[in-house]
């Protein structure tokens, strides 16, 4: 995979860093000119597997979520977001449309819709006890080039 830029930002689990994951993927997206409506979603998808390694990954610890993101030739953005948590127990299960574990806390299940609705891949690795990785792909269109 040639990586033609890459940046990575370590925070810690805090969900103020929801938005400051957004603000650096936005503005590292600069260079590659994404639409209004790309942006969003890739904002969207982020905050949404952020979220998860906040309030899921780190529910009884405190750790840190690393992001990487990287523009790929023809104009591909890489998307990692990494936490060191609980892990998930069923992957398949954790990725059903609807599906939560903190239903009390009115959490939607929709997380990984949203990621896979509003990116064009996404892969779940993830280890119970030592973390969960999230990495999403999305082909950014070639408008006005
Ligand atoms: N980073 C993570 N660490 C541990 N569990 C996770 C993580 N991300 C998701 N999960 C599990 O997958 C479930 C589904 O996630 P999601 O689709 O975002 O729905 P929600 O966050 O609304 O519960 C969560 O309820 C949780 O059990
Ligand atoms: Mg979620």
């Known amino acids: 995979m040639k990586v033609l830029n890459e940046i990575k930002f370590i925070m810690p689990s805090l969900s103020v860093n929801e938005s400051a994951a957004r603000a650096v993927v936005s503005s590292f997206l600069t260079q590659a000119d994404p639409t209004v409506e790309e942006l969003s979603d890739i ?8 979220t998860n390694s906040v309030v899921h990954g780190y529910r009884h610890t405190k750790g840190n979520i690393e992001l990487t993101v990287r523009l790929l030739p ?12 609980c892990g998930i127990p069923d ?8 599906f939560t574990t903190a239903p009390e806390e009115e959490r939607s ?11 064009d891949k996404l892969t779940v690795k993830s280890v119970l006890g030592k973390g969960t990785t999230v990495i999403m792909r999305k082909r950014l269109g070639t408008h006005g080039d």
Do not use: H
């Open 74 to 85: 023809e104009r591909v953005i890489y998307i990692k977001i990494k936490d060191k948590g």
């Open 91 to 98: 992957i398949k299960q954790a990725m059903e449309p609807l």
């Open 43 to 50: 904002r969207t998808a982020v905050s949404e597997a952020v």
């Open 109 to 119: 299940g929709l997380g990984f819709s949203v990621m896979e609705q509003f990116t």
